[in-house]
């Protein structure tokens, strides 16, 4: 059995297309909320960002607290990689 019979690909390619503007909108919303908190309230701003270039890591931020955590996320999203990875090998 050919994995074209298991799949419908088109669903895949919309289901994939939705995340990403899901994505988009939920960064914005969060965007938006950060400014209106900000207005309120004096805070000290932190945070940190990452940049992945394939399998390797470029990360950064204002405390470590926040660096520590993007260093975790960073783990778990290279492993999840790693593991699609393998697992298109063995379905292929």
Known sequence: MSAEGLVD???LAWIGFLLIIIGFIVT???AFLLIFHSTKTKSEA???SIILVGPFPIVFGT???S???LLVLTIIIIMLMIAFLV???IVS
């Open 67 to 69: 660096v520590k955590i």
């Open 28 to 30: 914005l919303l969060a």
């Open 87 to 89: 697992l298109s090998n």
């Open 63 to 65: 405390d470590k607290q």
């Open 46 to 48: 932190k945070g940190a």
């Open 9 to 11: 690909f088109r669903a």
